[in-house]
């Protein structure tokens, strides 16, 4: 009995493992993003947030998304592709929305004003569900199709803890290296100091680019996210726009092909979000006038 469990355990874990190298393009996006909703908080709150953060992303998986999955997969596969369409339009609007700041365009919401803890949380595990049901789903795509229902679900337990553990605790990390350099700059050998003085001055520009990374990662995971589920379900043209492109390039080899194809990506999630900036902004406009019109009266 216990050779047999031990051989479950394995197949489990070697199918994890061959199903989350798939996964590697997402997770690496998860990681870019999340640093951007610890910023503006005080130090001392920066671990126990990315804690916050990390048990949501658990919840998000083990408790919505893995269920979810398992139960659409078996009853309702059709439906699959559509929820991945509004996941990947709210990281297109959420990108948008990003590269406008950065511009000077800035967006009032009622809930503007020091950054709040829960209210970061509450935002980044939003973002959060979205990137990790792509990357559950992207799991369970690459899983054996004759596995059990058990051995699935103890598959994509596996991946979701895995997954979870990797981007915090490389979060977690990143979120501290100024600490780390701080106490290196108290240290006796001069040489350590210096060291430490120069990781403490790099940051702020280490988070700019963070930043960078992780609005063009929601721009280019939401407007694959699009493109790939609509050509499954209403409309073909985007993907085999972006399969024509890639098909000129092809020459110059896999990692030409990557770019421009992410590329592609990231242009159709930027003016997808823009459009659905410009359709929220719109009415939000009109309830505003109408509740002015009101209180007029």
Not at 46 to 74: C, D, H, M, R
């Amino acid at each position: 009995m216990s050779v047999g469990l031990l051989a479950v355990v394995d197949d489990i874990l070697s199918a994890a493992l061959k199903a989350s190298a798939k996964t590697a393009g997402v997770v690496i996006d998860d990681a870019a993003v999340t640093p951007q909703y610890v910023q503006g908080i005080t130090p001392a709150r920066e671990l126990p947030v990315v804690w916050k953060i990390a048990l949501g992303s658990i919840i998000n998986k083990y408790v919505v998304i893995i269920p979810i999955a398992l139960l659409l997969t078996a009853f309702a596969p059709a439906v699959l592709p559509f929820l991945l369409i509004v996941g990947g339009g709210f990281l297109c609007f959420e990108g948008a929305e990003k590269v406008l700041e950065w511009f000077g365009v800035s967006h009032e919401h009622a809930d503007d004003g020091p950054r709040d803890e829960r209210k970061l949380v509450l935002g980044a595990v939003r973002t959060d569900l979205i990137l990790s049901t792509e990357i559950m789903l992207i799991a369970l795509s690459s899983l054996d199709p004759g596995f059990s229902i058990w051995m699935t679900l103890g598959a994509l337990v596996v991946i979701g803890l895995g997954m979870t553990v990797l981007v915090y605790g490389a979060v977690a990390l990143l979120v501290k290296i100024d600490d780390i350099g701080l106490r290196l700059m108290k240290s006796p050998a001069r040489g350590v100091r210096r060291f430490g003085a120069r990781v403490v001055a790099s940051m702020p520009a280490v988070f700019r680019v963070i930043s960078v990374i992780g609005t063009v990662a929601m721009l280019w995971v939401g407007g694959h996210l699009v493109v790939a589920n609509l050509a499954e379900t209403l409309w073909h043209g985007p993907l085999d726009l972006v399969h024509a492109v890639t098909h000129l390039v092809e020459a110059a080899g896999p990692v030409v092909v990557w770019i421009v194809d992410t590329a592609i990506s990231a242009v159709f999630g930027l003016v997808l979000g823009l459009v659905i900036v410009g359709v929220i902004t719109g009415i939000r406009r009109v309830f505003s006038r109408g509740e002015k019109a009101d209180a007029a009266h």
